[in-house]
């Protein structure tokens, strides 16, 4: 009955559609822990932040955007205007500008309203796993049915991991011992998640350049020093890629 409800009724679509889902889920599982361990730090983090249990749930829900939730989190508890905080995690999320821009050409086809779903579902992890197979394989051709629930495969598997175990940590964080060494744990799953998506001479730079900036201003006021090195890590990555692409045009 759930199958049908959401792979359709018709036989052989149905079989595609519940084949590609799988595929999806099959690709996202190696990373499934790391994003586990990053997710239960971070709700951890949200109730430490001074967030009340259902405040930090509802953080989780709506934005899914571990990153954003961490840039916020130390503004919110130091008492930055909002504006300050809506401006930080704006720019911690300028990537999914990007992401977005590079999944319209495989889902353009689609209406707009579940556009705006796989938007929401969207993330690192899903933006990398999917994109790179499908530069790699021309077949099926953009747009196609296993190529979208290949994607609703693999956000399936990162949504429903993400707030589980955020959620885990928001509700029972607190019965978690101090000696754990949580938060070296979830910098080494940050790292995890990471790593494999720096490929390439524009984001390598982009990544060297943030990092560094990140470092030298992590004194700037109001925790302000993140949103300068992501900017400065998006300036480098661009200009980068540009200079290649003149490069090869003269080649």
Not at 18 to 34: C, E, I, N
Not at 145 to 157: L, M
Not at 165 to 177: K, N, R
């Amino acid at each position: 009955m759930i199958g049908r409800a959401l792979f359709g009724s018709h036989g052989p679509t149905a079989r595609a559609r519940r084949a590609a889902w799988l595929d999806g889920l099959l690709v996202v599982a190696p990373a499934l822990v790391a994003l586990a361990a990053w997710g239960l730090v971070t709700g951890v983090a949200m109730v430490k932040s001074g967030l009340t249990q259902w405040q930090a749930a509802g953080m989780s829900l709506a934005m899914f955007a571990g990153s954003a939730q961490l840039a916020a989190l130390p503004l919110i508890a130091a008492g930055a205007p909002i504006w300050v905080v809506l401006l930080t995690t704006a720019v911690v999320n300028l990537r999914f500008v990007i992401f977005t821009a590079g999944l319209y050409p495989y889902f353009r086809h689609l209406p707009l309203a579940k556009r705006l779903a796989l938007g929401y579902v969207t993330g690192d992890v899903s933006f990398a796993l999917s994109v790179s197979r499908w530069t790699a394989q021309k077949l099926p051709p953009r747009g196609g049915t296993e190529q979208t629930w290949f994607y609703v495969g693999i956000c399936s598997g990162t949504w429903t991991v993400w707030q589980a175990s955020s959620l885990a940590g928001v509700f029972l964080g607190g019965g978690i011992p101090e000696g754990w060494g949580l938060d070296f744990v979830a910098i080494l799953a940050l790292v995890a998640l990471v790593l494999p998506m720096i490929a390439g001479a524009p984001t390598i730079a982009g990544a060297m350049v943030s990092g560094v900036v990140a470092v030298l201003a992590a004194g700037v006021p109001l925790k302000l020093g993140l949103v300068v090195a992501v900017i400065a890590g998006i300036a480098t990555a661009l200009a980068v890629d540009v200079l290649l692409d003149r490069f090869k045009g003269r080649v």
